[in-house]
């Protein structure tokens, strides 16, 4: 299995546009988090689907985060508009088992 | 509300030394304390597990301590290399959730 594999590996993109970060869980995972890292606040937990089912987004900072799982192996998060204080690495990860989350590589998202 | 505490920040050994870093939980319904390995680009990767029914679990050269009365949980790393150079996270999850709460990380750095 290739792992989780995020797309794309780095974002540059102007205050106010859409920014679209897109997952694919390891094969057979039932979990999957969506992540965000910064020097200030290390790793955040934005949200988290259990069988494509958001079970708790309570981490989403605001209305402008928005994430979906079509299906079990595609999701996205979306940030709509964009601010440069969501610059960060946002990370995507999956499991099958408790506590043990297999991370893709990351988004390095940059917003000027 | 930050519920696992980790310290140091930032931790500089001898090559060969012992490398320890320590975590303190306030949520008494953690019962999974995960840590994982990030190598800079790199995604965290589980590296060892224990749960609060044992005090100590071994791999290799990495021991976690666990004190279920202090709630307080420990990564020692034997021998300390280069190649252990990273970020090291602690982490705890809760009864039935797959869920991890993340400590802030340390910065590890084995000098030869």
């Known amino acids: 299995d290739a792992g989780v594999i995020q797309s794309p590996r780095h974002e540059v993109t102007e205050m106010g546009q859409e920014v679209t970060l897109r997952c694919k869980p390891i094969s057979g995972h039932n979990s999957l988090f969506w992540y965000r890292q910064t020097m200030m606040r290390g790793l955040e937990l934005l949200i988290y689907?259990?069988?494509?089912?958001?079970?708790?987004d309570s981490g989403m900072p605001e209305d402008r985060f928005s994430a979906k799982m079509p299906n079990a192996s595609f999701s996205t998060l979306k940030i709509q508009p964009s601010e440069p204080r969501d610059s960060a690495v946002y990370f995507c990860?999956?499991?099958?088992?408790?506590?043990?989350?297999?991370f893709g590589q990351g988004t390095r998202l940059t917003v000027v | 509300q930050q519920q696992v505490k980790q310290s140091p920040q930032s931790l500089i050994v001898q090559k060969g030394g012992i490398s320890i870093i320590n975590c303190a939980y306030e949520?008494?319904?953690?019962?999974?304390f995960p840590w994982y390995q990030q190598f800079p680009g790199k995604g965290p990767a589980l590296l060892i597990a224990i749960r609060p029914d044992v005090s100590e679990k071994k791999e290799g050269r990495f021991t976690i301590s666990f004190n279920k009365s202090a709630k307080q949980f420990s990564l020692h790393i034997m021998d300390s290399q280069p190649g252990d150079s990273a970020t090291y996270f602690c982490?705890?999850?809760?009864?039935?959730?797959?869920?991890?709460?993340f400590g802030k990380g340390t910065k590890l750095s084995v000098i030869p």
């Open positions: 982490a705890a999850s809760g009864a039935g959730s797959y869920q991890l709460t």
């Open positions: 949520n008494t319904a953690f019962d999974y």
């Open positions: 990860a999956s499991s099958s088992t408790r506590g043990e989350a297999f």
């Open positions: 689907f259990n069988n494509n089912v958001p079970i708790d």
